[in-house]
């Protein structure tokens, strides 16, 4: 159904989702979730790409679990891009600050009685319910803009991430980051689009990043996997938690992350070091690319 306030949340958190959508069912509020609406397990991406373009606001029900999902990232991100009203119903989530960063537009509401009644009000004041879906025009599509660099990151990891992309920028080189680049339309197919027109792939790897890459609706497996498919000049950025001899166990399509040349993310002492060596590796990447396009011209 248009109109419908679409719920995101992780799967630890079903029994909450589902007593709030329970709930503002019950107040005449149409609701869509992915547990509830997907019939086709076969095609999730599809299905809640479709969901999103359909759906007039968003419920993102937080919790130190959900804040790390990179899917529910992606989700987050296409509302903020379409300019729907977003609210955050805050359970449990430790790093408050992480909230502000990741949907600094939202209505945070925490999760209690009155919370409840919050969120019911705050949904009818912006006539969420009746609310079309909004169009606009999009910024140049992926599909034809070219980046320097395209930013892959876990959710929990959004501010090194925002960190990058801002110092990038203001070294005048363009790159990818979802929260500011992504253009209307499938977010899976954007994705792809942006990670075929980048030059570069830095992702960046924190504590247990790859733990669940085996998993259908990963989109962080799913970016990786596409730029070493597409054979991109890979930069792996390490927090300072992470160990690749704890990922012993990657799957096959991905296994390839582990022999790039990795560059340590310090954010303290050497960050502008770091950002050198990034750039260092975009340069080294569009040298290669033009000797490519040489060897490859008729003589």
């Not at 159904?1 to 949340?9: K, Q």
């Not at 019939?39 to 959900?66: G, H």
């Not at 359970?91 to 019911?120: C, W």
């Not at 027109?197 to 609706?217: R, W």
Request: aromatic content about 10%; glycine content about 4%.
């Amino acid at each position: 159904m248009d109109g419908h306030v679409y719920v995101s949340s992780s799967h630890s958190d079903r029994i909450v989702a589902e007593e709030l959508i329970s709930n503002l069912k019950s107040n005449g509020i149409p609701m869509w979730a992915d547990f509830e609406s997907i019939k086709e397990i076969d095609r999730p991406i599809c299905e809640i790409a479709n969901a999103i373009d359909n759906s007039s606001a968003l419920v993102f029900i937080a919790s130190n679990d959900s804040i790390k999902s990179n899917f529910l990232n992606i989700e987050l991100s296409a509302f903020s891009k379409k300019g729907k009203p977003i609210f955050i119903f805050d359970i449990d989530t430790s790093d408050k600050a992480t909230l502000k960063i990741i949907a600094p537009q939202a209505f945070i509401i925490n999760y209690d009685n009155d919370g409840f009644i919050d969120l019911l009000n705050n949904i009818n004041s912006s006539n969420a319910k009746c609310i079309e879906p909004r169009i606009g025009k999009p910024e140049t599509s992926n599909a034809h803009k070219e980046y320097a660099a395209f930013i892959s990151y876990r959710h929990i990891n959004v501010a090194e991430a925002r960190l990058v992309y801002s110092e990038l920028g203001k070294r005048s080189i363009d790159a990818f980051f979802d929260y500011e680049k992504m253009s209307f339309g499938r977010f899976d197919e954007s994705l792809r689009n942006a990670i075929e027109c980048s030059l570069v792939f830095i992702v960046i790897l924190s504590k247990d990043c790859l733990k669940h890459s085996c998993q259908e609706t990963d989109i962080f497996h799913m970016e990786i996997e596409q730029a070493i498919h597409s054979k991109k000049y890979i930069i792996p950025l390490l927090l300072s938690d992470f160990d690749f001899s704890g990922n012993q166990t990657l799957p096959q399509n991905i296994c390839g992350i582990s022999l790039q040349h990795a560059i340590r993310y310090n954010k303290e002492e050497y960050f502008n070091a770091m950002v050198d060596k990034i750039i260092d590796g975009i340069e080294e990447a569009r040298k290669s690319k033009r000797w490519m396009s040489l060897s490859n011209h008729p003589s």
